[in-house]
């Protein structure tokens, strides 16, 4: 493609409107933790290049090197509530400019704290209101279904995959994969972008929950600060806003009856409650042993993950509730059987039994997961490297198993002078079943405007590092 990275595929007619979301001002008290008090020095932010974003994109740069003139960046809700192509696509320019132009701090003149507050109540109403598991059927026969892997807020290749793969429309579904946010600086508009695509075609975009989308994460990895930094002192307001959103999304998907999506993969059935025994009346300090019954693993059903608990901060490790975590954490492995996420600290490790039995059980032919940049699979001996922003991990009797992750040149920030360089991809499923996938990688786009890390990712340089599971006790 010649076209500029800010230039954009004129709105497309509005093939599906909204639910009527009205414009609600949300009075409603904050109920999420509190975030610290400290803002973070403010990001420079240029048109010059970063001096680590080598990866080059043919996509990249205007063919005639002009600037883009400066679009009218104040943007507000519709007084009605209701979105529309125009409206969406507006957001998109204005934050693709916006990004290359306007300091952080001054993110509040780009979207006011009120469109940005009526934009968060209005998406998380509506994921709220989805199951666990969302099944997306009744697909036409010109139906295309696109799947995106982690995108951790690099919003300019996001933008590049948007126009390469084309925008939601009527017969084109998206599916994100999950990890909107961290690592990248510009995780607020990229989570925005999406949820103004759900709230315009609530049928038609599904957003999963990734492990990122919790406030141990975002802790850690740079989007509170990032929220801080571009909202100044309504900063921990929105990011309490965007917390809340995060307890609303589905934790998995089933596509066309035939593929399975989940950000991190497959999970383990709940523990049996032990039957308390009949307190003896002559013994009444007798001791009753909670851990009697065996800790075997078994992989968990539909049904169960369908009743999980998913509102939670930050999923549990241990206890009833552990099928959220699972799901988002947990990786696949070449050693057969299940067993428990020691290197991650929570999740599971899955081998390719554990696929076939999962496919067949449920007559499944593909599982489509994410969670593993080049970064976390330099660690994984015997699965594939991310050069190419998938990996076909297990490929068995009933189907395959595909990590996939979008974010090419990952992470933003590294502290090596050798980066990974690794494109990103995402996949088409087509009829007549969906359950072939197509697989579509692309590099970078270049060059990333300017900016300071909102992390230290010279300490945090993978997310494969133990987790401090007594912070993420106390989010919760």
């Not at 990275?5 to 595929?9: C, D, G, R, V």
């Not at 036409?140 to 799947?147: F, H, L």
């Not at 019954?293 to 078994?298: A, D, F, G, K």
């Given at each position: 493609m010649s076209s500029s990275?800010?230039?954009?595929?004129p709105p497309a007619p509005d093939p599906e409107s909204s639910s009527a979301i009205a414009a609600a001002e949300n009075n409603a008290p904050d109920t999420a933790t509190t975030a610290g008090d400290s803002r973070p020095e403010e990001p420079i932010c240029s048109t010059t290049t970063t001096a680590t974003a080598t990866t080059t994109s043919s996509s990249s740069s205007p063919s005639d090197g002009a600037e883009d003139p400066r679009p009218d960046i104040h943007i507000s809700w519709p007084p009605d509530g209701q979105l529309s192509s125009e409206w969406v696509h507006r957001l998109i320019s204005t934050f693709d400019w916006s990004s290359r132009n306007v300091a952080p701090s001054q993110f509040d003149s780009v979207l006011p704290v009120p469109a940005f507050d009526a934009l968060v109540l209005a998406a998380s109403k509506l994921l709220h209101k989805e199951p666990n598991c969302i099944s997306i059927g009744g697909l036409?026969?010109?139906?295309?279904?696109?799947?995106v892997g982690d995108v951790h807020g690099q919003l300019h290749d996001v933008l590049l995959l948007f126009r390469e793969a084309g925008f939601p429309s009527e017969n084109r579904y998206f599916v994100f994969n999950g990890d909107y946010?961290?690592?990248?600086?510009?995780?607020?508009?990229?989570?925005l972008v999406l949820l103004a695509w759900k709230v315009f075609m609530p049928h038609r975009v599904f957003l999963l929950r990734g492990n990122h989308e919790s406030k141990y994460c975002t802790s850690v990895y740079g989007f509170e600060k990032e929220v801080l930094a571009k909202y100044g002192d309504k900063g921990k307001h929105a990011y309490r806003k965007c917390l809340g959103c995060f307890e609303g999304?589905?934790?998995?998907?089933?596509i066309a009856g035939h593929v399975y999506t989940a950000h991190g993969g497959l999970f383990r059935g709940n523990p049996a409650i032990p039957t308390l025994p009949k307190r003896s009346k002559r013994k009444k300090n007798r001791k009753v042993n909670l851990h009697q019954?065996?800790?075997?693993?078994?992989l968990g059903s539909l049904d169960e993950l369908a009743k999980a608990r998913r509102s939670v901060l930050d999923p549990p490790w241990e206890g009833q509730n552990l099928i959220p975590g699972d799901v988002l954490w947990s990786d696949p492995t070449m050693k057969l059987g299940l067993s428990p996420n020691k290197e991650r600290g929570i999740g599971l490790l899955w081998g390719p039994d554990c696929t076939e039995s999962f496919?067949?059980?449920f007559q499944l032919k593909l599982i489509i997961r994410s969670h593993e940049g080049p970064d976390a699979r330099e660690k994984r001996p015997g699965l594939g490297k991310m050069d190419e922003g998938y990996t076909i991990d297990h490929v068995t009797e009933s189907g395959k198993l595909i990590t996939l992750f979008s974010a090419p040149d990952y992470p933003q920030f590294q502290a090596t002078e050798e980066r990974y360089k690794n494109k990103g991809a995402y996949i088409v499923l087509k009829p007549p079943n969906f359950?072939?996938?197509e697989f579509h990688s692309f590099d970078a786009v270049t060059p990333r405007p300017q900016v300071n890390p909102y992390y230290d990712f010279e300490d945090v340089i993978d997310s494969d590092e133990d987790l401090d599971l007594a912070s993420m006790a106390n989010n919760d």
């Open positions: 990275p800010n230039s954009l595929l036409s026969p010109d139906s295309t279904v696109v799947v946010v961290d690592r990248g600086a510009w995780g607020l508009e990229t989570f999304l589905p934790l998995a998907s089933i019954e065996t800790n075997t693993l078994v496919l067949k059980r359950d072939e996938p």
